[in-house]
C-alpha cells in the first residue's frame, strides 16, 4: 500500500509528518535542526529517500543539509553560493543602488530524474544549481544578467528567487518567480532568459504594465499541460496558456484575490486552489475564516471549500511555499499555516483535518507519495 511523507520547513526547524494512504493516522518525527529557520524542505522525484533542506540563521548564515535515507540522517553540503561571477546592483524603492547580498535559499527545484541535479532559488535573487548531489554549487549567472536587472526591486519579504518550475517533459525548459520582479523563462536549462510577464498589471509600480517589477507570489503548473501556468500575484490571480509568454487574470467571484500560494490538482489540469488574505496590509483570510478555494474550471468560477477549517476568529497566513498536493488516485491537499497548523484534505479539499497543531510558524510544505 502507498504512503505519504509530508515534509514541513518551519521556523524553528524541520519535521516529516508520515501517514498511509488513507491519510487518517499521522506520525510526526523532528524537530530536525532545532532553532535554525528551514525555509525550503523537499524531496527529490528521482529518489524518495533523497531529502534536501535550507537551514538558515541570522546568526550563523546558510547550510544546505542533504539525507540519503529518508531524513533519518543528515549532512551539511558544500555552500558554494558565491555571486563574486556577477556582480551588480539592484534598486531599493527610493531609486537608491544597493549591491546584491546572500541571504538564505528560499526554495530548492530538484530535477525529476536525477537525484543530484538540483536548483537553488536564492536571496537576493539568483539562481544556482549542483549536479553532484550539493557538493558544489554554480550559479547560472545569465539570470542575474538580464538586462532588466538593475531595475529589479525586493518585496516585502526580500528580493527571492521563490519558485522554479522544471518542465518534466524538457528539463531545459525553466521557469523562476522573483518578488518583486517577474517571471523569467528559460529555453536552453538556464543560460539565457526572457521575462513572462506579459498581461501582468500592478498599480504599485510606476508603470503598472512594465515588463519587470511584478510581485508574484507563487506560479505552479500541471505536470501533463506544461504550457498552462498559474499565478497568485501580490493582487490577481492569474492563468497562462502559451507557456508565461502572456497572462490572463481568472480571480473572477474570489473574495479576495490576494494571497500567497496557488495548487493545481494532481490528475484534473484545471482544478486550482488559492488561499486567499484579506489583503496586502491584512495577511490573514476573510472575515477570519480560513478557507481554501478550489475552481474546477481552470479560473474564474470559484467554490469555498471550509468544511473542518477554522471559521471564528482565525488569523493565520499560508506562505507561498506551503501548499502541496500528492499523487495518490483520490489527490491530497496539504498546506501549513503561520500558526504553526498542518491540514490535510484526502477529497480533493471538499472536507480538511488538522493533523499537527502547535508547530512552529510554517515556511513549507512538500509531499511524497512513497510505495
Known sequence: MSKVRVLVGTQKGA??????????????????????EVYHLTG???????LYASQSSSWFGQIVQ???????????????????????THQWYDGT??????????HFAPSPDDPDTVYAGVEDAALFKTTDGGATWNELAGLREHRSAPDWQPGAGGMCAHTMLIDPSDTNRLHVAISA????????????WEAS??????????DARAEVGHCVHSIARHRDRPDTLFMQKHWDVMRSDDGGRSWREISGDLPSDFGFPVAVH?????????VPMTSDSLHYPPSGRLCVYRSRVGGQEWQPMAKGLPQSHCYVNVLRGAFA???????????????????????????????????????????????
Open 325 to 371: 498536493v500528492d499523487s495518490l488516485d483520490d489527490c491530497g491537499l496539504y498546506f501549513g499555516t503561520t500558526g504553526g497548523q498542518v491540514y490535510v484534505s484526502a477529497d480533493g479539499g471538499d472536507s480538511w483535518e488538522a493533523i499537527a497543531h502547535d508547530l512552529p510558524r510554517v515556511m513549507s510544505v512538500e509531499v511524497q507519495t512513497l510505495s
Open 15 to 36: 519535521f516529516l509528518l508520515e501517514a498511509d494512504g488513507q491519510r487518517k493516522r499521522w506520525h510526526i518525527e523532528g524537530p530536525f535542526f532545532a532553532g535554525w
Open 266 to 274: 494532481a490528475h484534473e489540469p484545471d482544478t486550482v486552489y488559492v
Open 44 to 50: 527529490s522525484p528521482a529518489d524518495p529517500n533523497r
Open 97 to 106: 543602488p544597493h549591491p546584491w547580498e546572500f541571504a538564505r535559499v528560499w
Open 181 to 192: 520582479a517577474g517571471v523569467f523563462r528559460s529555453e536552453d536549462g538556464g543560460t539565457t
Open 66 to 88: 542533504r539525507s540519503d535515507d529518508g531524513g533519518r540522517s543528515w549532512r551539511p553540503s558544500s555552500n558554494g553560493f558565491d555571486y563574486a561571477s556577477a556582480p551588480g
Open 197 to 206: 510577464d506579459l498581461g501582468l498589471h500592478s498599480d504599485e509600480i510606476p
